[in-house]
Nanobody, 126 residues
């Protein structure tokens, strides 16, 4: 089982940048996919980005494409989400998750199939 711990969330001004980290531990399958989702009390958990375990393939939601970048530090077992040009609609609890499979399943399988971290809060002030 893979365990995940998110960190890096904080208050940021509109237009600012922030990088979130997701530290992973435990045994992982080579075909595992890492994902970033976010959630607010009013909305369901929203897909943001996905990356393969080796970091070679990525995908993004249209809402964050061009602003957010996901990457993998394999040596340190860490996945990052670099967020630029933060907007007032970006505040949420950000979660990383992992599941076996191809990159394409990141938005196609039930969220219960993922293992999730505890989340990290991102707040954007206008």
């Amino acid at each position: 089982q893979v365990e995940l711990v998110e960190s890096g969330g904080r208050l940021v001004q509109t237009g600012g940048s922030l990088t979130l980290s997701c530290a992973t531990s435990g045994r992982a399958h080579v075909t595992y996919v890492l994902v970033w989702f976010r959630q607010t009390p009013e909305k369901a958990r929203e897909f943001l980005a996905a990356v393969t375990w080796g970091g070679g393939n990525k995908m993004y939601s249209e809402s964050v494409k061009g602003r957010f970048t996901v990457s993998r530090d394999i040596a340190n077992n860490t996945t990052y989400l670099q967020m630029n040009s933060l907007k007032p609609e970006d505040p949420a609890v950000y979660y990383c998750g992992v599941t076996p499979g191809r990159l394409s399943i990141a938005t196609k399988i039930p969220q219960a199939y993922f293992s999730w971290g505890q989340g990290t809060q991102v707040t954007v002030s206008s």
